[in-house]
């Protein structure tokens, strides 16, 4: 799944949990599992697929930002959306020669790793996007 998809969803469940620390990192990472195994579309399997990369990121980072901004729970709301994307960094360590394997669990085999055509597997990661801010954004500022 994308940066994007993976930041909001974990925004969203460190807002809804709030504490303890250890459960939300631990539930981001699992959200992480359970979203790739959601048949989606990954970018990475175009040819040049790095400026998308960069655009997701980017994407990602102003999502949780407004995501915090809206939020009384920010730090939950930023650690649940940091732990939930961040195993998708060794694809990144790896692409660039700094890590040579995977490790995640969701990203080595026989790991039931979804994936799906293009439209439908864009649409998926759109919605949990959308339900995403919109529960993220039902807690008021006080
Ligand atoms: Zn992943």
Known sequence: MWFITHIALGGALGTWIKRPIWL??????????????????DYTTIFRWESLAIVD???GILLIALMMQRNRHRTACFLGGIFSAL????????????????????HIRPFPHGSSEMFGGILVQVLIVLVSLFVTMREKRD
């Open 24 to 41: 939300i990192v631990i539930l981001a990472l699992s959200s992480h599992l359970l979203l790739d195994m959601i048949p989606h579309w």
């Open 87 to 106: 195993p998708d960094l060794e694809g990144l360590l790896i692409h660039y020669g700094y890590l040579s394997r995977y490790y995640f669990p969701s």
């Open 57 to 59: 990121t980017l994407s």
